[in-house]
């Protein structure tokens, strides 16, 4: 089975700066996809960003980018310029592909990473 | 922008009682989703539903838990017999038959007392 290890339970980071927040995965799959979900207080669940395991280029949207190490099945996201609306628990998740149906969409998530932003 | 909807936002029930949970899915996805996140702790995943037809499911999923899409637009989670752990929020996501991009509703937060 899939796991997700987020090992950071909190992190901090003044208004500005940049952050980055771990993950680890474990999996035997090739083609999976990856995420990062934020939850603010009002613990709605919103996407930050998407990676195929497939495409070895980085994402990225707008401040927030991903290091994507399959080798090591590391996802971290560095969030940069960080801001004040930032703060959030943030979420690592993973989806593996349909092929042989042992996986029809289900994401798998980490523990999560409180991130406290500093004005 | 379309987004997926939950009603009750809150929901509190008596221990025993059944709880109905409605979603409305972004209106061309055909993939549907409900997750619990216990308070404090991750967001797991408990069905998922394709084809008027559950295809995939946890245990935590048990005979307790149904889901139903009785009409075009809602996707329901019901509980028949609500124990006091069924305390968490309840989160409904969907998504499009080509893509890997799941969307969460805001969420409804059931309460058992």
């Known amino acids: 089975a899939q796991t997700v290890t987020q090992s950071q339970p909190e992190m901090s980071v003044q208004e500005a700066e940049t952050v980055t927040l771990s993950c680890t995965y474990d999996t035997s799959e090739s083609d999976y996809y990856l995420f990062w979900y934020k939850q603010p207080p009002s613990r709605q669940m919103i996407l930050v960003i998407r990676?195929?395991?497939?495409?070895?280029q980085n994402a990225t949207e707008n401040r927030f980018s991903v290091n994507f190490q399959k080798a090591a099945k590391s996802f971290s996201l560095k969030i940069s310029d960080s801001q004040l609306g930032d703060a959030a628990m943030y979420f690592c998740a993973y989806k593996g592909t349909n092929a042989g149906g042992t996986s029809y969409g289900k994401l798998t998530f980490g523990q999560g990473t409180i991130l406290t932003v500093h004005p | 922008e379309p987004e997926v909807t939950q009603t009750p936002s809150h929901q509190v029930t008596q221990m025993g009682q059944e709880v109905i949970l409605r979603c409305v899915p972004i209106?061309?996805?055909?993939?549907f989703y409900w997750y619990r996140q216990i308070l404090g702790q991750k967001v797991e995943f408990l069905v998922s539903f394709y084809n008027n037809e559950i295809s995939e499911k946890s245990e935590i999923f048990d005979d307790q838990f149904s889901v139903e899409r009785p009409d075009g637009s809602n996707f329901t989670l019901k509980i028949r017999s609500t124990k006091l752990e069924d305390s968490a929020m309840y989160f409904c996501?969907?998504?499009?038959?080509?893509?890997?991009?799941?969307?969460f509703g805001p969420g409804t937060r059931l309460t058992v007392l």
């Open positions: 990676q195929e395991a497939y495409k070895q």
């Open positions: 209106s061309n996805h055909l993939y």
């Open positions: 996501a969907s998504r499009e038959l080509a893509s890997d991009t799941q969307y």
